[in-house]
């Protein structure tokens, strides 16, 4: 039980991840085909780290931001309280024209069935805790 602690902090339980951008680019996302495809294309170097277009800081593609016509590699910052969410805003809108991504992006390497990205992770689990199981036993 100590090993098993100090390998997975206080509790004895290993840390858990998220993962939302694979499932952007899916087939049942519903999301735009051009936001899909630049997932696919994209990697960790097209993610522009900024607090413009919500108000907090967030993470979006490159990629998105030029299309709208913007630098992003020179974009201002903002604060959330003073944030316009109307129809009148003047900046692009994050999600619908500026699109987010994690920094994950880069092992994206197509569209494909939301299916087979679940699959994939339950396969690395599975492979993860049997290596581990082995360091133990």
Do not use: C, H
């Not at 087939?27 to 696919?40: F, G, L, P, Q, T």
């Amino acid at each position: 039980q100590a090993r098993w602690s100090r390998n997975f902090g206080p509790m004895g339980m290993p840390d858990l991840g998220y993962a939302g951008s694979p499932f952007i680019a899916t087939d049942e996302a519903n999301a735009d085909r051009s936001y899909k495809d630049m997932i696919v294309d994209s990697g960790a170097e097209d993610i522009v780290y900024s607090s413009l277009f919500t108000g907090v800081w967030g993470n979006y593609l490159k990629g998105s931001i030029k299309a709208a016509g913007m630098d992003p590699d020179n974009l201002p910052t903002a604060e959330a309280s003073t944030m316009n969410f109307g129809q009148d805003q003047e900046k692009p809108k994050a999600w619908k024209t500026i699109w987010g991504s994690g920094q994950g992006i880069g092992a994206v390497k197509s569209v494909v069935p939301a299916r087979e990205i679940v699959d994939r992770m339950a396969r690395e689990y599975t492979a993860a805790g049997k290596k581990l199981a082995a360091e133990f036993s």
